[in-house]
């Protein structure tokens, strides 16, 4: 059973990451909390940067805790990889490792052509059919039926669920 776990109630010797598995195009090692459950982070009250079919970048303006939390979690996969020597038994060279909170520029003010630079929390997701659906609702529970609705400046509860550790053969990230 899943236990959705918060920034405050996590802990690192609570996280477990599997052996690596290979695949044809890729190597895995599949990430649990507590006892093999899924790894099910809640995050609250983030204001949606941006958002479209495939990722949502959430602001990390004025919320230390989520950026110490993601950047936290960055190292610990980073060192794990470092010592499971996982890129040179599988001779995985030149890989970049993309980081759960990025930086997001934007245009402030079209006018005077200012720019303003924020940390966000950039996460994929998927709104195909298929078992890692990413499912999106609205007020009490309802399901959003129009994805416009996230184009606004609204701000989000979410659950993330953190799956793997994933090294692209194609794409050649982490």
Not at 69 to 97: A, G, M, P, R, V
């Amino acid at each position: 059973m899943a236990t959705l776990i918060t920034p405050e109630t996590f802990s690192f010797s609570e996280l477990n990451i599997l052996n690596p598995v290979k695949t044809d195009d890729k190597v895995q090692c599949h990430i649990s909390y507590s006892k093999l459950n899924p790894l099910m982070l809640f995050i609250d009250d983030l204001e949606v940067i941006k958002f479209n079919d495939g990722e949502i970048l959430l602001s990390l303006s004025n919320n230390d805790n989520y950026k110490k939390l993601f950047n936290d979690i960055d190292s610990y996969i980073i060192s794990y990889i470092q010592s499971q020597e996982i890129t040179k038994k599988y001779q995985l060279k030149k890989y970049s490792y993309n980081t759960f909170i990025n930086t997001y520029t934007s245009n402030s003010n079209n006018s005077t052509n200012l720019t303003n630079s924020i940390d966000v929390l950039k996460l994929k997701i998927n709104l195909d059919d298929s078992p890692y659906r990413t499912n999106i609702f609205f007020r009490y529970g309802e399901p959003v039926r129009d994805l416009s609705v996230m184009q606004q400046n609204i701000k989000v509860k979410c659950v993330i669920e953190i799956l793997n550790i994933t090294f692209d053969f194609n794409t050649k990230t982490i």
